[in-house]
Structures are given as C-alpha cells and as structure tokens.
C-alpha cells in the first residue's frame, strides 16, 4: 500500500488505509506508539495497563470476589533447611 503525506498545520499527517485500522483495531483516539527504527516507522498500538484485579476476572472469567472466596489462600510457614552459606536472616 502506498499513500501521501499531507500538510497538516505545521506538521505532516499520514493516512492510515481502513484495512490496516482495522486488522490492528485501532479506533478514533486510541493511543499509538510511534519508534524510529533507522529508516522504518513503527506505529503500534498502545494497550492501556489493566490491574491484578482486572487480570484475574479475565483470566477466571468471574468477578474478583468469587474467585477470592472459591480459591482461599492458606498461610503456612516453609522450612527451608539450615543455611549453607553466607545468608543473613
């Protein structure tokens, strides 16, 4: 695909073609990473960062509190042996 660069206040502006929009699902005001790489531009979609809560209900497809109360997590102490080298505990 070949387009144009155009004038766009001080500034050049170039057109993305609706296919690569697409296949990269890139919407009005997404936010984009742009790296010069030697004579490459790279545009790459940036993916806001979600929090261990959001990950853990996207990975269990359940709310945080469900998978709190069906996966209880028990404290216990581990005995790891006596040290064998230098450690300080």
């Known amino acids: 695909m070949t387009?144009?660069?155009?004038k766009c206040g001080n500034s050049r502006a170039i057109r993305l073609p609706k296919p690569i929009l697409e296949s990269l699902g890139l919407k009005d005001n997404d936010t984009v990473d742009i790296i010069l790489d030697n004579d490459r531009?790279?545009?790459r979609k940036k993916f806001?960062?979600?929090s261990l809560k959001q990950r853990v209900e996207e990975f269990y497809g359940k709310d945080f509190e469900t998978v709190l109360k069906?996966?209880?997590y028990k404290y216990e102490e581990i005995d790891w042996g006596k040290p064998v080298g230098n450690e300080v505990w």
Do not use: G, L, R
């Open 70 to 72: 069906e996966n209880p």
């Open 48 to 50: 806001p960062h979600k």
């Open 41 to 43: 531009i790279i545009i």
């Open 3 to 6: 387009t144009t660069a155009s």
